[in-house]
């Protein structure tokens, strides 16, 4: 039995596999334990093993790896166009392997241990900066029932706080008091875990030359710069920064047909933690006092014209677009301003 490719469904414990030969035809269909999934591929000759590039597959991509084969990870949404009739787990392991033959298909580049380990700071904060907003919206929507309402924002919470400990007992029973005290010790427990987690980050930050630069390019901060450095190992991937920036889905979707162009909302194709933080910092530059070189001016003036959130979004692309080159290039931002005294 001679394998060329290998179509891998991985899962928590049943794992499916699909081999063909050099000339397409099915000669493996298997079922394997995940115990014995590293004992079987061991055995196997050194051949093109395609898996979909979720959850668990940047481990499994290092095992095989690890033991010979050549590992190419295809994304889910490519996968999909390949499934035929019935969905089930012997099908999708013959649709990765289709997909992964296919002369034009992209590939997600395996990660390494150590970027995948700087991923899990910021996987932790944002689960622990989620729970939090939980928190407060849920503190604030029950003493809004009892008419104590305080301004929008986290920073606002210590006024909350002091109305629920000022408030009478014809105002809010001592029972619920001590409920919704309990919110308020559980938001004021995950703040300094948050400030612990985003310290680790930063001193990541201030030991890596590449996010350094990062940092010099306005609305991106060290938490935005760790987490490009870590998802994006080789900028040359990809052929420019308008490219980069479709791959995180800062791009209009288009449905265009017959020499006429329809473009619509940003495709949200790429990585949902990544855009939201260069979204974010996006709207966070467009709060700031306007500066006076040649990106500040394009953002006014695209203010004038356009809702703030729209100009929020093409400020992201915009910097999407940055980011790429400075890390591409190795060269630390400089605005139009700069560069021309």
Same mark, same amino acid.
């Given at each position: 039995?001679?394998? @060329? ?11 499916? =596999? ?16 995940? /115990? ?24 499994? #991509? ?11 990870? =295809? ?29 034009? +298909? ?25 729970? /939090? ?14 008419? +104590? ?13 002091? +109305? ?12 619920? /008091? ?10 004021? #427990?995950?703040?300094?875990? =948050? ?7 930063? @001193? ?21 710069? @760790?987490?490009?450095?870590?998802? =994006? ?35 949200? +194709?790429?990585? /949902? ?38 100009? @929020? ?29």
């Amino acid at each position: 039995m001679k394998l @060329s490719m290998i179509g891998l469904d991985i899962a928590k414990n049943v794992f499916q =596999v699909h081999g063909v030969d050099d000339a397409g035809h099915v000669v493996l269909r298997r079922q394997l334990r995940r /115990r014995d999934v590293s004992r079987f591929f061991a055995g196997l000759e050194p051949c093109v093993v395609a898996m979909e590039a979720c959850g668990t597959a940047h481990h499994w #991509a290092r095992e095989l790896a690890s033991l010979g084969h050549e590992v190419r990870l =295809v994304p889910p949404s490519y996968v999909k166009a390949y499934v035929k009739r019935s969905k089930n787990d012997a099908v999708d392991a013959a649709a990765i392997c289709e997909a992964a033959s296919r002369p034009s +298909m992209r590939f997600v580049p395996v990660k390494t241990l150590e970027r995948q380990a700087a991923l899990v700071p910021h996987r932790v904060r944002d689960l622990l900066v989620r729970q /939090r907003t939980m928190l407060i919206n849920a503190l604030r929507s029950q003493m809004a029932e009892f008419g +104590m309402v305080a301004p929008k924002g986290r920073h606002k919470l210590a006024e909350l706080v002091a +109305m629920l400990h000022e408030a009478g007992e014809e105002r809010i029973t001592p029972s619920v /008091r001590a409920l919704l005290l309990e919110l308020v010790g559980a938001i004021e #427990a995950l703040t300094p875990r =948050v400030d612990q987690i985003e310290k680790t980050i930063v @001193s990541a930050v201030r030991a890596d030359e590449t996010a350094r630069r990062l940092t010099t390019i306005p609305g991106i901060g060290p938490i935005t710069a @760790s987490a490009l450095v870590a998802m =994006v190992e080789d900028p040359a991937r990809f052929r420019n920064g308008r490219h980069f920036a479709a791959w995180l889905g800062l791009v209009p979707r288009q449905s265009s047909t017959g020499g006429r162009q329809r473009l619509g909302r940003i495709t949200k +194709m790429g990585d /949902r933690y990544l855009r939201k933080l260069l979204v974010l910092g996006a709207t966070a530059s467009l709060r700031r006092a306007p500066g006076t070189d040649r990106l500040a001016l394009w953002t006014r003036d695209l203010l004038q014209r356009r809702p703030a959130r729209l100009v @929020s979004v093409a400020l992201a692309n915009k910097m999407a677009r940055i980011a790429w080159a400075v890390m591409a290039h190795g060269q630390a931002y400089r605005s139009a301003t700069a560069a021309a005294a």
